[in-house]
Nanobody, 115 residues
């Protein structure tokens, strides 16, 4: 089992920045990819960014150049640095960890961007 705890959400004005953190515990050696998803009110959860154990990354097109995902394997933590935030980025952000057989989710952290 893997447990994920997110932190770092909040309210920010458009153009501002936030950094989300997600700390993993449990059977962490089984984790391959870690990533971030988000869910806005009335919408489905969507992919934002992913990073492999070897630090290869992939991003949703609309966040490329603004968001950066990184991973500290020594601290079992994944980060999402979000710059140039826009109101459309408002959502609950969920951390995700994938093993070869399971996918785990954190409880979510709210990000609100005011115009």
């Amino acid at each position: 089992q893997v447990q994920l705890v997110e932190s770092g959400g909040g309210l920010v004005q458009a153009g501002g920045s936030l950094r989300l953190s997600c700390a993993a515990s449990g059977t962490i050696l089984s984790i391959n990819n870690m990533g971030w998803y988000r869910q806005a009110p009335g919408k489905q959860r969507e992919f934002v960014a992913v990073i492999s154990r070897g630090s290869a990354t992939n991003y949703k097109d609309s966040v490329k150049g603004r968001f950066t995902i990184s991973r500290d394997n020594a601290k079992n933590t994944v980060y999402l640095q979000m710059n140039s935030l826009e109101p459309k980025d408002t959502a609950v952000y969920y951390c995700n960890a994938q093993t070869t057989v399971n996918m785990y989710w954190g409880q979510g952290t709210q990000v609100a961007v005011s115009s």
